[in-house]
């Protein structure tokens, strides 16, 4: 017998803390021989990425010495912080930034050796290496910081692995950004990515191709494809020496082929016919995300979307089809693959991530490290709808649905759930329909959760990623708003009380959202949010310093507009609650864009809390901080919408709230 109850306090098997120590973040899956690599990001190691080796035999160990961290910060996103050949790892260290190498050896009980640096101290940032072995060097995007005051310079560099430390020789250079070298199997040819500003990867991007003297210098560098408008993707090789890539020339990423020993290049599409509305690609926030691996010289295994939905296929690349791997898990950013099996990081919306082998044939997938050890009944867990529904422009907008749910409670039928709206950050990313249990956190104790795929996310073909160009804080506004309207319409959300939350970019959504549209929400959450738009185009990191060309307008010829799309100078519109959580190490949205809203929102009357973290970045890692922000963001919706929440929470400080 379930309990009548209120929508918002239902008890629930999902805590805060129960979410933190659930949160293992995986991936960056690699294959060495017969052992199987990837990434734990451990929030009850404060976040630290650490490096683990799976035998043959089934042994797992860790292989990151204590105290190292592996992370990148070149764009400051990173990505793509460790390689491994032959049994040597090499890794950038987040504290210095330094690529250390650690050799493996069998008869060491905790899987390594020592680890030695390969690169100097100093203010150079390295990630995306892969090995020369012929050669004995390393090369990889290197992004130097040793010119104060001026942006950071990256290049592709080579670092010999012999002799002291080395900081690198620069073998390409001129281009603003650099990503993805790869060498040909015989170790003739390289292949890279190149972009200026103010592209972003997503954008436009340059495939470039190099012999490779055997001194290591590149030579009849030759453009493969790509453009100001054309976005290239994760170039690389087959063991034949045929180069693969994927691009958005047709509008969808898909996948295409060169043979770069032939002139002119003949560019050839992998699948004929082009599967209709199926993305092969992913927008490049970090290195070393993959959506294709070559098994030999006719096969590949490729992930793709559809509509957001991610699938596996076995690709023949001879005759141009595909047939869907019968995997119940849905590949997130990290695939590889050996002769029978594929290797990836994937999810379900009943299934939390997890490092998992597929057989190529069958799809009889085993797990081989799950992100969480919780086992919930199925009634407990929320199922995804996927939604679409109407928007400004006459346009359709995406989302996936979900409701309220847990298998000891229920409330009335008269009673109609608050709705959690998320905005998704990026804005050039997407929201997946697997199981997440921050998600979970807000269902089982009665809350509905709509996940916005609004315009400008990707999986829905370059059309609809380009809805948001110069229009970011407008569409991304719309559709959000038009979701909760969907759903108060469809009578499963209760319209007095809807919230609307995100970070970083979806926070600046929430923000806008609710300053420009005060008649909609009743309260908010900004996770490092952007209050003015002016000052993150003074005020950020190099990668995304011409972002906002694309979003709003070139700066400072489109001031005014900067101006009016920043919810700072309209405080006196807002009219709901907020409550604001902000790291204080955070170089892509700094603490102040927090603080003066909070101000603001402060001074007009109206009720904020604000919540500051030490140590954190931009992206929460600490166990400690993902338990206080979800209990006090709990606390405070029931503060705003006078309910009593379930469980102990320790109490925050609201201000104004009568």
């Not at 329909?433 to 609004?454: E, M, P």
Request: hydrophobic share 35%; aromatic share 10%.
């Amino acid at each position: 017998m379930t309990i009548v109850a209120p929508y918002g306090t239902w008890t629930s098997r999902i805590s805060a803390t129960t979410v933190a120590e659930q949160g293992l973040r995986l991936g960056f899956v690699a294959v060495d021989g017969d052992d199987i690599y990837w990434l734990e990001g451990r929030p009850q190691e404060g976040g630290r990425n650490v490096l683990v080796r799976r035998r043959a035999d089934g042994t797992v160990v860790d292989l990151t010495p204590p105290g190292h961290n592996v992370r990148s910060r070149v764009h400051e996103y990173g990505g793509g912080a460790y390689v491994v050949s032959n049994r040597v790892v090499y890794h950038s260290n987040f504290a210095d930034q330094r690529i250390y190498r650690t050799s493996i050896h069998e008869t060491s009980r905790e899987g390594l050796s020592h680890s030695d640096p390969v690169t100097p101290e100093g203010k150079w940032f390295y990630a995306d290496a892969t090995v020369d072995e012929r050669r004995h060097r390393l090369i990889c995007v290197r992004e130097d910081h040793t010119r104060e005051g001026h942006e950071p310079v990256n290049a592709l560099v080579s670092i010999p692995l012999d002799g002291d430390p080395n900081a690198g020789h620069v073998i390409a250079s001129g281009y603003d950004f650099y990503s993805t070298p790869r060498l040909s199997p015989d170790g003739s040819r390289l292949c890279w990515l190149s972009w200026r500003h103010p592209q972003m990867p997503w954008d436009g991007t340059e495939l470039w191709v190099a012999t490779v003297s055997d001194a290591g210098v590149l030579e009849n560098l030759e453009l493969v494809a790509g453009g100001p408008h054309e976005s290239i993707f994760q170039p690389g090789w087959s063991p034949g020496g045929t180069l693969h890539f994927v691009s958005d020339r047709t509008g969808w990423w898909s996948l295409y082929k060169c043979n770069v020993r032939r002139e002119p290049f003949d560019i050839q599409p992998v699948l004929w016919p082009q599967p209709d509305e199926a993305e092969f690609g992913r927008p490049q926030w970090m290195f070393g995300w993959t959506t294709w691996a070559c098994i030999d010289e006719r096969r590949m295994v490729a992930a793709y979307a559809r509509r957001a939905r991610w699938s596996l296929a076995l690709v023949d690349t001879e005759t141009g089809t595909f047939t869907n791997i019968a995997t119940d898990l849905e590949p997130l950013e990290w695939v590889t693959a050996r002769a029978t099996d594929v290797l990836f990081v994937g999810a379900s919306p009943s299934h939390a991530p997890a490092v998992a082998r597929s057989d190529l044939v069958t799809g009889a997938t085993e797990i081989l490290r799950s992100s969480s050890s919780l086992t919930l009944d199925f009634r407990d867990i929320s199922i995804p709808e996927a939604i679409e529904f109407p928007t400004e422009g006459g346009v359709t907008a995406h989302a996936f649905y979900y409701p309220p749910c847990n298998a000891e409670h229920h409330a009335l039928p008269s009673d109609r759930p608050p709705l959690i709206v998320i905005s998704h950050g990026g804005p050039t990313m997407q929201t997946k329909a697997v199981l997440d249990l921050q998600v979970q956190f807000w269902t089982s104790r009665g809350f509905a959760v709509v996940d916005v795929n609004y315009g400008g996310s990707t999986g829905y073909g370059r059309e609809y990623r380009q809805r948001l160009n110069y229009h970011w804080g407008i569409v991304d506004v719309d559709d959000n708003i038009n979701a909760a309207r969907y759903l108060v319409e469809q009578g499963v959300a209760d319209p007095d009380r809807l919230v609307i939350r995100g970070g970083s970019a979806g926070g600046y959504t929430t923000l806008a959202a609710l300053t420009f549209h005060p008649e909609v929400f009743r309260a908010g959450a900004s996770y490092y949010g952007v209050s003015d738009v002016e000052a993150l185009a003074k005020d950020t990191h190099k990668f995304e310093s011409r972002y906002l060309d694309t979003l709003i307008g070139p700066y400072p010829a489109e001031k005014e507009v900067y101006r009016e799309r920043s919810p700072i100078y309209f405080t006196d519109r807002l009219s709901c609650a907020l409550i604001v959580f902000q790291g204080l190490e955070d170089k892509v949205v700094p603490p102040d864009q927090s603080e003066r809203m909070v101000h603001a929102v402060d001074a007009k009357g109206l009720p904020v809390a604000y919540l500051a973290f030490e140590g954190e970045q931009h992206g929460f890692r600490r166990a400690e901080t993902i338990i206080r922000c979800l209990e006090a963001e709990l606390y405070f919706y029931g503060a705003v919408f006078a309910f009593t929440a379930a469980g102990p929470l320790t109490p925050i400080q609201i201000d104004n709230l009568r």
